[in-house]
């Protein structure tokens, strides 16, 4: 069982509204989109803050998970505790019903991350085949590492000849039938991950298949039993970890490992003088050509009487340009309509994933051009240009004369661009740490992590991650999790649009660790510098590793801590937030979160409170198994509480087992 300090916390979430002010439209904390709203306050264009108002309420069925829609004698609900009418036509009953939905998303998550790595695997697959001229490998490090963790030779091999073999490595990883684990994911667990995924019958041979299986046990009529059902689900939440792992490697291969880069964020980074292009949505491989097409034409857009061409980012795809190529962050999730808003955008080029369809609507109201890129992506009303690898520089280019032309009709009249935005450092890949860390201690760099925990300075470190969710202020949640922890000396490493949050509000930036970090992670942070003269700034408040992908680089960090400190995952003291989760890729993280043995808080209630016994297998049963859980709790500081409790109980249970296995020379207690 999870153990709480304060008596009054239980696995259970507070009384805390879980709709805060359900009535007020003014729905985000993140000062450029309220700015941005003060200024076309007069136009009266709907946004996402609008729609989620006139959403309320929300059906409380689908809130608690125990709608049916999964054959069409339903929509079937649970309307009473005993009787017919607590159960489904088919005799379903709430705890089906609950987990058959609810491993549902972690299958549309899996997919979607998996999606993105199937698209990089291609690219990569081009490349070999000579058929992808404007791609190459960009780190040929990273590629050998990542060859000789799957156990492919490296000896005496070409570069291609080994992308090859890797590529092939993960196509099988997409289909295989033989009875072998997913190979990218076993390449890095711990032995005790490994040895608990085979036990429990979790351990996925493949990701297609999982999904697929997935989808199968959860149809009308097949499984009932809730217990197989959730396993079912975990099988899939590590075969998108397995993807997550493809995605983020190769994309380290193709386009660089990504290394501490200073850059700016908020919608202050649209530059009034120049064509400004947003990529928005998640897969580097578009966005990537983008910004070297950007680079190319400069010229074309100063020939249309603009002083060049300036890409800025939206939610991943935006993070993963600023990760490797410093490109600006125009904004996040909840506030992407905003970036149209200011007049100044003429094109925004879209990939898959978080992007509402409204931003056409929206874009219909300026000159800008939505511009859809991959064959599963449409909007009714957007341009369509299929993006190729095979020809990828020429579609870029055409992508941004798009953008040229639409920046002649802009209309200076409707041009508003809010001056909010704030320099940040980000670019920490697990690579990146290490080499810091190197620097203190080469023969064990990830020791002057875990010794910095041992020894009290640090508390322990948390991976904040996920989306928005409007049913509170957009970015709040993430911003008092963040200031909770680093005040209590936590090392926060962030993703997605938890890192979108942070550069928002410049905490991104080693200015705010004076303001908001506690004297223990001020002091590892000030040893940190001391030792690594070559930084061009100091270390931000909060590391930003990447995409919703690059989660697997929080799962490495993870990992290589357990293998520091001699244990598995559940005794490190590691935690996971995300505080205004949304998405079903969120929900497919969280459970490998809680599957490597992490305490996982979340924000937002995924549709389960409507079982009991599904709830408890979340939030407790989970805990005697992987030894990690989730913590649901929409109370940002209670959350933030609570993952300062499974920290220090973590740390005070490592302790104790360090210091009995010393004084009796016994091996170092693996119970968690
Ligand atoms: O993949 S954090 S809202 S943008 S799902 Fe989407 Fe959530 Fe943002 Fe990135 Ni991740
Ligand atoms: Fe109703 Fe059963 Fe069909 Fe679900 S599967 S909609 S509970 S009859």
Redesign the pocket.
């Known amino acids: 069982m999870p153990r709480y300090r304060d008596l009054t916390h239980t696995a259970r979430p507070s009384d805390a509204p879980r709709v805060v002010d359900p009535k007020n439209p003014i729905r985000t904390t993140d000062p450029g989109a309220l700015q941005m709203l003060e200024m076309i306050k007069e136009r009266k264009i709907e946004t996402v803050y609008d729609r989620v108002v006139a959403q309320q309420p929300q059906c409380t069925f689908g809130y608690n998970g125990i709608c049916?829609?999964?054959?069409?004698?339903?929509?079937?609900r649970v309307k009473k505790e005993e009787g017919p009418g607590s159960?489904?036509?088919?005799?379903?009953t709430a705890y089906?019903?609950v987990s058959?939905n609810l491993v549902r998303m972690i299958a549309g998550g899996a997919a979607s991350h998996s999606e993105h790595a199937r698209h990089v695997l291609h690219t990569a697959h081009s490349l070999v085949e000579g058929h992808a001229p404007d791609y190459e490998i960009k780190s040929p490090a990273k590629l050998i590492k990542l060859a000789e963790k799957l156990g492919i030779a490296t000896l005496n091999r070409g570069n291609m000849e080994i992308l090859k073999d890797v590529v092939e490595l993960g196509y099988a990883d997409f289909g295989r039938y033989q009875d072998r684990p997913l190979a990218f994911l076993d390449s890095f667990l711990t032995e005790g991950r490994r040895k608990k995924f085979h036990e429990t019958n979790i351990m996925p041979r493949n990701i297609d298949g999982s999904i697929t299986e997935l989808i199968a046990q959860t149809?009308?009529?097949v499984d009932s039993d809730p217990v197989n059902i959730i396993f079912g689900g975990l099988k899939s939440s590590l075969a998108d970890l397995g993807g997550e792992y493809i995605g983020t490697n190769l994309s380290d291969v193709l386009f660089g490992i990504p290394e501490p880069i200073v850059s700016e964020a908020n919608l202050g980074v649209i530059n009034p003088k120049m064509v400004n292009i947003a990529v928005h949505g998640h897969n580097p491989v578009l966005s990537e050509m983008v910004v070297a097409a950007a680079r190319v034409m400069k010229e074309e857009a100063i020939k249309a009487g603009a002083e060049g061409v300036n890409i800025v980012g939206i939610c991943c795809t935006g993070n993963e340009l600023l990760m490797r190529e410093g490109v600006y962050l125009a904004t996040s999730s909840a506030s992407q309509e905003m970036a149209i808003l200011t007049g100044a955008l003429d094109a925004m080029v879209v990939d898959i994933q978080c992007i509402y369809p409204a931003v056409q609507t929206v874009a219909e109201c300026f000159h800008t051009k939505v511009i859809t890129t991959e064959a599963i992506m449409k909007i009714p009303g957007a341009q369509h240009i299929a993006f190729d690898t095979t020809t990828a520089m020429e579609d870029a280019k055409k992508l941004i004369s798009i953008a040229i032309k639409a920046f002649k009709n802009r209309d200076p009249k409707k041009v508003s661009i809010p001056s909010e935005k704030h320099k940040l450092v980000a670019g920490f890949s697990l690579e990146a740490l290490t080499e810091i860390f190197s620097k203190i201690c080469p023969e064990r760099p990830i020791s002057v992590l875990t010794d910095a925990i041992l020894s009290g300075q640090l508390k322990g470190v948390c991976l904040m991650a996920g989306c928005n969710n409007l049913k509170r202020a957009q970015d709040e949640s993430h911003l008092i999790v963040l200031k909770e922890l680093v005040k209590n000396d936590v090392l926060v490493i962030s993703t997605g649009c938890s890192s979108g949050a942070f550069a928002k509000f410049g905490l991104m930036s080693p200015l705010a660790v004076e303001a908001y970090a506690g004297d223990g992670l001020k002091a590892f942070f000030k040893t940190l510098e001391a030792a690594n003269p070559q930084l061009a700034t100091g270390l931000p408040l909060v590391f930003h590793m990447g995409s919703c992908v690059d989660n697997s680089r929080g799962a490495d960090l993870a990992v290589a801590m357990a293998n520091e400190l001699g244990v598995d995952i559940p005794k490190v003291p590691f935690v996971a937030s995300a505080p205004e989760a949304m998405h079903e890729k969120a929900v497919a993280i969280g459970s490998w979160c809680v599957s490597l043995g992490l305490p996982t808080h979340v924000g937002s209630l995924p549709p389960l409170e409507g079982s009991d016994l599904v709830y408890g297998i979340a939030t407790q049963i989970a805990h005697d198994v992987f030894g990690g859980n989730f913590i649901f709790e929409v109370d940002p500081n209670i959350g933030a509480k609570k993952l300062l409790d499974a920290l220090e109980y973590r740390t005070w249970k490592l302790s104790v087992h360090k210091k009995t296995a010393e004084k009796n020379n016994t091996p170092l207690a693996q119970g968690w």
């Open positions: 049916c829609r999964i054959c069409i004698a339903g929509p079937c159960r489904g036509i088919c005799g379903a089906t019903i058959r149809a009308m009529g």
